[in-house]
C-alpha cells in the first residue's frame, strides 16, 4: 500500500460546482496533514493545514479522520483559478522531517 | 511576505560534471529541506537540516549527495558526480520549527537538467 494515496483525476468541473477530493495514508503514527496545491511547473503551495476536528478557509474545508486514516479537501463555488493539482501531505512525525506526498489529484474547473 | 529563493532557476550540466544547487530560507526557520519531483511524479523528500547537521535522509540521499549551510543564510545541495537520473526539479522548504503541525515552505525550484 502507498504511504499516501490519492485519486489522480483529472477532475474536470464547471466554475461554481463543489469537489472533494480524497487522501488515504498508511503510517497509523502520522501526527500532522496538509493540504498544498501545484501549478504546472511551480513549487507546492501550502493551501491550509489539516485539523483533527475539521477546519475550514474561506471556500476550502478539509476534515481529518484518523480512525480510517483518511482526509480530505472540499471546494465549494470553484473558480477558474482552483484548476491546479492538489497534494496530500502527511508526516509521521513528531519532528517535521518525514513529509510524505501524495501524487496529486488534478482539477481543472472550466467555465 | 517572505519566501524561499532558489539558484539558478534552470541548470544544465553534463553527466558527471558536480552541480551546487542553493537556496536561501525564510530568515527566522530554523529547519531546512531539499526535495525532488522528476517530471510527471511525485515530490520526494530528500533531507532536512537542523543545528548545521543532517536530521533525517531518505534512501534516495546516497554518497553522491551532500548539503551545507556554508553562512548564515545559504543552504545548498550538491550533486557530486550527475547521472541522467538526477534530472528533475529540486525543491528547497524551510520551516520555523521541526514540531509536527509546522508546515513547510517552498522555494520556485531549480530545474537541473543533465545531459
Known amino acids: 500500500r502507498k504511504e499516501v494515496e490519492q485519486d489522480p483525476g483529472p477532475f474536470n468541473v464547471p466554475e461554481g460546482a463543489t469537489v472533494a477530493f480524497n487522501c488515504t495514508y498508511s503510517n497509523s503514527a502520522s501526527q500532522s496533514f496538509f493540504w498544498y496545491r501545484q501549478d504546472c511547473r511551480k513549487e507546492p503551495k501550502l493551501l491550509m493545514s489539516?485539523?483533527?476536528s475539521g477546519n475550514e478557509d474561506g471556500r476550502f474545508t478539509a476534515q481529518l479522520n484518523r480512525a480510517s486514516q483518511y482526509i480530505s479537501l472540499l471546494i465549494r463555488d470553484s473558480k477558474l483559478s482552483d484548476s491546479a493539482t492538489y497534494l496530500c501531505v502527511v508526516n509521521t512525525g513528531p519532528r517535521n522531517n518525514d513529509m510524505r506526498f501524495g501524487a496529486g489529484t488534478r482539477l481543472t474547473v472550466k467555465p | 511576505e517572505p519566501e524561499v529563493t532558489q539558484t539558478p532557476s534552470h541548470q544544465v550540466t553534463q553527466m558527471g560534471q558536480e552541480v551546487i544547487l542553493r537556496c536561501v530560507p525564510i530568515?527566522?526557520?530554523?529547519?531546512f529541506y531539499w526535495y525532488r519531483q522528476i517530471l510527471g511524479q511525485k515530490v520526494e523528500f530528500l533531507v532536512s537540516f537542523y543545528n548545521n547537521e543532517i536530521s533525517e535522509k531518505s534512501e534516495i540521499f546516497d554518497d553522491q549527495f551532500s548539503v551545507e549551510r556554508p553562512d548564515g543564510s545559504n543552504f545548498t545541495l550538491k550533486i557530486r558526480s550527475t547521472k541522467l537520473e538526477d534530472s528533475a526539479m529540486y525543491f528547497c522548504?524551510?520551516?520555523?520549527?521541526?514540531?509536527?503541525?509546522?508546515?513547510?515552505?517552498f522555494g520556485d525550484g531549480t530545474r537541473l537538467s543533465i545531459l
Open positions: 530568515s527566522n526557520h530554523l529547519y
Open positions: 522548504a524551510s520551516s520555523r520549527q521541526g514540531a509536527y503541525g509546522q508546515p513547510q515552505h
Open positions: 489539516v485539523y483533527s
